[in-house]
């Protein structure tokens, strides 16, 4: 039975590209996901690729068997029937989603006409009825295929569309659960295998063989059915499957049985074999069920990143709360959010005071102060006060439904490393059956016993597993990815989570990425003795009103040691040069070198002090005072772009890793030098355009090094894109972030390494998934051609090896980045 779907549940990170290819540019490429039913080993994803990717106007296709889904870039004109008709001929079935959608404006037939059809026009549509009666649309259409797509389908017909509330809980699906299958088949296997294992202590019992017919009966036909069918549609498609391998082995134990017991049907009961071909169907049973178990904690994490997508919004209209659908908010509406509340859109806090928990979107363990003019992102939780919140970002444009899609195009992916698999999978079907022919025919030469090369050959059929060869790399690429997105750590597709393991050398960019980005006032020094607290103090009155990046620094100051500021009067900007008031009845001037210069003051003693300064990058301000037409020296501030403190930790730990570490900066030599040296960095770069960073990171690469690239700008662009593998600061540009690779959702550069760390373990554990898959095979296949594996044991093998290589996976969700909850320690290392 096909579920209802709310409305809102199916809105897909890719919304805008659709919306964009389908209005915009009806030629344009479009993005489908489509939910395939049937597949069960590698086999499945390969016949599949290739049934998609023979259509005209597909460009690419991949299929991942974990989530059971197909992702496929075609041009507009590809009819969404077209793409399911492809599917179900490889022998699989295509999952479409029922859409409800409101309709206003419709007034008769006609109206009814005109709709439907352009509905039907919009890709990924298959179906489109209109209820005029009760103003409804009923859309069939593929995953993928937004209601804002459709919406505006309705929309250039003439006619509005809205989205249709549910008035009840949809009811819980009828019918059996999952396990009724693997429990009636045990049901009935067991008294097959009693005599087994009562023989085992001693006691002999027989069943007899009417009574084990009619036991393994239903387990073959009935719960066995579902291999006939995949199998067969399989052997419609020319190609095969695990499917029809436990279909052949266990018809051949079950049809052997059959013969055996009708030939002696007067004699004595002979030995029969219909426990094998019974145990081996309830095994795999058993095994698919865990199996799916086991898939479906692997896309815990885009699960848990779509259950916080809140579904309404207290929208303020004339002062009064309007509640709201989170789809009809509108960029620039204030939404009130109270305490407790999850976010529902992207926006600027207005008015209030809160801590926000960010948690689940940034990897952030700590709440996070917000007040008037902080961001606030859709998902995370308010804790404590009462928000107002102007919408900056709605639907698929807010920062969670960007994770998602990042999340989701990584998990679809396919890594480099599975086209090796994908080769093996071509050929291994037909080659398990040639082995199993060869075993047969083999062992009735040897031996003259027919009866037992057939047992042999089944097992060599049942023994054979390609559902494990095509779950190694996506599982783990799934449990990888999520598991780095809830550490903050956003992987953009499976090439460069599997380049960052073996990554060599780290370029960083210096400013925001290891460095806060903004100045700090980070030296005071007063004349002839005098009191730096009083040149902090004049210093503040003359910029008090000045919105400079370097007033800021000195308020900040300040602000954080508590000192009262003096009134200024009669304040002026001198442009380009510095600021000049009379503050305490005393005309004072705060400026550059040049100012000091023209004033004709004479620096004195602080001259090779600010020297010194300005050899390690910091900017020098010279306060003065005016004295009888001529100025006095009273000190001077020095400004520099501190360090983050987390950037000790994470070079540190990059070079216990062995990978060395570059800095790249448009900022002049001292600067650069003086900030490698506080970190420990091997290389500095200094006073370079966009173009050399590229150029650099290039070099880097002809000297043999895997090259990663950490930026936050525009201008890092161009070396993330140069670099093997990008990674971009969260908290800088957007077209850095779609430059790079991997995006690290806090400014925090420990998330480097940590990027490092769990590609490393997912590389890892794709590499144990297949090893354990190509050796099973490899070892198996062989032992049970010998007849040295029965074949229970060898239906059992195969139903384990698949949950075992999910299980291994799934173990990557235990990972926890070092960056995690370690602020403390990158602090005390910054001091």
């Keep these: 039975m096909m579920a209802r779907i709310k409305l809102i549940s199916i809105e897909r990170p890719n919304e805008p590209e659709i919306i964009m290819s389908t209005i915009a540019s009806p030629t344009a490429p479009l993005e489908f996901k489509l939910p395939i039913e049937g597949m069960t080993c590698a086999s499945c994803v390969l016949r599949v690729e290739k049934a998609l990717q023979a259509l005209p106007g597909v460009e690419s296709t991949a299929v991942n068997l974990a989530t059971e889904e197909a992702t496929i870039r075609a041009s507009a004109e590809v009819d969404a029937g077209a793409l399911a008709d492809a599917v179900r001929k ?33 890709p990924g549509v298959s179906a489109a009825s209109v209820n005029l009666a009760t103003e409804k649309a009923t859309v069939t259409a593929l995953s993928g295929v937004s209601f804002a797509t459709l919406a505006a389908a309705v929309h250039k017909a003439g006619y509005a569309a809205k989205p249709v509330e549910d ?80 279909a052949l082995g266990t018809s051949a134990a079950y049809g052997l049985s059959v013969f055996l017991l009708w030939k002696h049907a ?134 969670l439904a960007r994770i998602i899609r990042m999340v989701e195009s990584a998990q679809a992916a396919k890594a480099p490393i599975q086209r090796i698999v994908d080769r093996v999978s071509a050929i291994f079907v037909p080659v398990v059956l040639g082995i199993a022919l ?38 783990a690429i799934m449990a990888g990815t999520g598991v780095a997105a809830r550490q903050g750590i956003l992987i953009k597709d499976a090439e460069a989570l599997e ?17 806060e980005g903004k100045p700090s006032l980070v030296a005071i020094e007063a004349a002839d003795g005098g009191d730096v607290n009083d040149v902090l103090q004049l210093a503040a009155a003359l910029q008090k009103t000045s919105d400079h990046p370097l007033a800021h620094a000195v308020m900040e100051k300040v602000r954080v040691h508590r000192i009262a500021v003096p009134p200024a009067h009669d304040a002026q900007a001198l442009p380009g040069r510095g600021v000049q008031a009379v503050v305490r009845g005393q005309h004072l001037l705060l400026g550059s070198t040049r100012l000091m210069s023209e004033a004709g003051a004479d620096p004195g003693p602080l001259a090779a002090v600010a020297h010194r300064l300005e050899g390690e990058g910091r900017t020098i301000s010279w306060l003065l005072v005016q004295e009888d037409n001529r100025a006095r020296v009273l000190g001077l501030l020095a400004f520099g772009d501190t360090v983050k403190p987390a950037s000790y930790a994470a070079v540190a730990r990059l070079r216990e890793l062995g990978i060395r570490t570059v800095m790249l900066t448009g900022d002049n030599q001292g600067s650069a030098r003086a900030v490698a040296r506080e970190l420990g960095i091997d290389d500095a770069r200094a006073e370079l355009l ?117 299980t291994n996976a799934l173990m990557l969700r235990r990972w926890k980045g070092a960056a995690t909850g370690a602020g403390a320690a990158g602090q005390n290392q910054g001091e």
Excluded at 100 to 121: D, F, N, P
Excluded at 438 to 459: H, M, P
Aim: glycine share 10%; charged share 15%; aromatic share 6%.
């Design 690 to 806: 966009p173009g050399d960073k590229a150029s650099i990171v290039e070099e880097l690469r002809k000297q043999g090094h895997i090259v990663a690239m950490v930026g936050d700008g525009l201008n890092d662009a161009p070396s993330l894109v140069a670099a093997d593998v990008g990674l971009s600061m969260s908290t800088g540009t957007d077209v850095a972030m779609e430059a790079a690779g991997i995006t690290l959702m806090r400014g925090d550069p420990r998330l480097v390494a940590d990027s490092f760390d769990v590609s490393r373990r997912t590389y890892s554990k794709i590499k144990q998934g297949l090893f354990w898959a190509f050796a099973y095979n490899v070892l198996g296949i062989p032992l049970a051609a010998l007849g040295m594996l029965n074949p229970v044991i060898a239906g059992a093998a195969m139903a384990f090896s698949s949950v075992s290589v999910v």
């Design 438 to 475: 060869l075993t047969f025919v083999g062992g009735v030469l040897y031996s003259g016993n027919w009866e037992q090369a057939l047992i042999s050959a089944v097992a060599v059929l049942v023994i054979a597993c390609p559902c494990a060869l095509g779950l190694a790399t996506p599982t």
């Design 90 to 122: 490889a022998g699989y079935e295509v999952r479409s989603l029922p859409i409800e959608i409101g309709i206003e404006g419709m007034t008769c037939a006609s109206c009814v006409g005109r709709v439907e059809k352009a509905l039907l026009k919009v």
């Design 499 to 515: 380049v960052a393991h073996s990554v060599t050398a780290v370029a960083f960019d210096k400013t925001g990425t290891l460095t």
């Design 167 to 246: 008035t009840s809980a949809a009811p819980a699906a009828a019918g059996l659960p999952q396990w009724w299958p693997v429990l009636a088949g045990a049901l009935l296997t067991l008294p097959l295998l009693l005599p087994m294992l009562l023989e085992l202590f001693g006691i002999e019992w027989e069943l007899g063989g009417w009574a084990q017919l009619a036991l393994a009966t239903p387990v073959q036909f009935w719960l066995g059915a579902r291999f006939y069918r995949a199998g067969w549609k399989a052997v419609k498609a020319g190609s095969g499957n695990m499917d029809l391998l436990v």
């Design 266 to 399: 007067n004699g004595e009961t002979p030995n029969l074999y219909f426990e094998a071909s019974a145990a081996v169907i309830t095994l795999v049973l058993l095994g698919k069920w865990l199996e799916t178990r086991a898939k479906r904690q692997t896309a815990d994490a885009i699960r848990s990143l779509n259950a916080l997508r809140p579904t309404v919004a207290r929208v303020l209209v004339n002062d009064a709360e309007v509640s709201t659908p989170v789809e009809q908010v509108a960029v620039g509406d204030v939404v009130v959010i109270r305490p407790g509340e999850r976010v529902p859109v992207d926006g600027e806090v207005i008015h209030g005071r809160s801590h926000v928990n960010e948690s689940l979107i940034t990897g952030e363990s700590l709440p996070v102060a917000k007040a008037v003019g902080d961001k606030v992102t859709g998902g995370s939780v308010n804790e404590e006060g009462l928000l107002k919140v102007r919408t900056a970002a709605i639907g698929a444009e807010t920062t």
